[in-house]
């Protein structure tokens, strides 16, 4: 069983940054998994917003938000980071984490039916 926690969101003008962070409480952790953030707004489709095989380099970015999030990892702590700056009023969503076991089966996108563990999600609000 993969429980996964995330943290980190909050309320900021735009154009400010926030990192929020997923831990990973399981028997034992291991970089054989795909992790993602996803993020839902309100009467929204969920999409990818970044990915990546925790045991590769390689990173998928959704093209709203290249060059202004990053995807990073720090196995000694379990924990899935995304840093998020230059924030837009757009940006404003539930932010999830998600992780299935193995590489990810694409890197070009992020399919949410390819994700088998999710979190609570933690909320992010952009005002302009």
């Not at 996964?4 to 054989?32: I, K």
């Not at 992780?99 to 609000?125: E, H, I, K």
Request: net charge neutral; glycine share 12%; charged share 20%.
């Amino acid at each position: 069983q993969v429980h996964l926690a995330e943290s980190g969101g909050g309320s900021v003008q735009a154009g400010g940054s926030l990192r929020l962070s997923c831990v990973v409480a399981e028997y034992m952790y291991a970089t054989n998994y795909c992790m993602a953030w996803f993020r839902q707004a309100p009467g929204k489709e969920r999409e990818g917003v970044a990915g990546r095989y925790l045991g590769g380099t390689i990173t998928y970015y959704g093209d709203s938000v290249k060059g202004r999030f990053t995807i990073s990892q720090d196995n000694a702590k379990k924990t899935l980071y995304l840093q998020m700056d230059s924030l837009i009023p757009e940006d404003t969503a539930m932010y999830y984490c998600a992780a299935n076991w193995g590489p990810c089966r694409s890197l070009r996108s992020m399919d949410r039916a390819d994700f088998a563990y999710w979190g609570q999600g933690t909320q992010v609000t952009v005002s302009s």
